[in-house]
């Protein structure tokens, strides 16, 4: 109904999404490519197919979908290409395409972060990947060992997968145990396009794409994912095998 009828092709980040994988089993779909999105593109396909892929379909699957949906891969064999945005995105695919003039922006409002510092989170929580307690454990370890009590604010960043009330256990936990500014930048702070108009910036991450862009652009990049290990042996085994250029 949205191509009219006509055949179409498809670009998707991944195939572990029913809705992707009913439009890419489309009989109009004559093919599809797969994009970088998140730190998954820096994983090898043996990491996938080891956690993630080959899984079978569900019942529901098979019936509800009209066998559209049947074997569960997170990146599929079958792709035609995979474009990235850095050489070391799709560590091992094939027919890898590298895009060009990717880090361009003409949003001045972000040189208002010039020397900023920012800590970056990601969705580990609420995928499962390590327990709340043990991640402020974690948090509480890393800012003790961070030089912050300068004065200056430091700025942090949720995922947008983050729930609220996530959010608000961190946020609490980030302005009640410390003589620190910490400030929360805004839902609407696109950080791809901040770090490519800011200067020197510092930044802390445990897992994200855009440390590895904002080393690239020439920022100062710092990870905490070892500290959270040592907080956590859930988390600390359900890392293993991850990239480590993340």
């Known amino acids: 109904k949205i191509t009219g ?17 009913l439009m890419v089993n489309h009989p109009l779909c004559t093919g599809f490519s797969i994009l970088e999105e998140g730190g998954a593109a820096y994983n090898t396909k043996d990491f996938f197919d080891k956690k993630f892929s080959r899984k079978r379909p569900s019942i529901w699957d098979l019936l509800g979908y009209r066998n559209r949906i049947r074997r569960r891969y997170f990146y599929r064999p079958d792709y035609d290409k995979v474009y990235a945005v850095t050489p070391k995105a799709f560590p091992g695919f094939k027919n890898k395409v590298i895009l060009k003039d990717v880090f361009s922006s003409n949003n001045i409002a972000y040189k208002e972060f010039d020397n900023a510092r920012i800590i970056v989170f990601d969705g580990i929580i609420v995928s499962g990947l390590i327990e709340i307690d043990s991640f402020l454990a974690g948090l509480k370890k890393f800012i003790s060992l961070a030089s912050f009590k300068d004065g200056l604010p430091v700025y942090y960043k949720f995922h947008p997968a983050q729930p609220v009330d996530e959010r608000k256990k961190i946020s609490d936990f980030l302005s009640g145990h410390w003589e620190i500014n910490f400030i929360q930048l805004s839902d609407d702070i696109v950080l791809e396009e901040l770090i490519m108009v800011a200067k020197n910036l510092t930044m802390y991450f445990n897992f994200s794409t855009i440390s590895i862009y904002a080393n690239l652009l020439g920022h100062k990049c710092y990870g905490f994912s070892e500290l959270l290990g040592e907080a956590s042996s859930l988390y600390k085994k359900n890392i293993e095998g991850f990239n480590q250029t993340l």
């Open 5 to 21: 009828g006509e055949k179409f092709y498809c670009y998707v980040n991944h195939n572990m999404a029913r809705n992707t994988e």
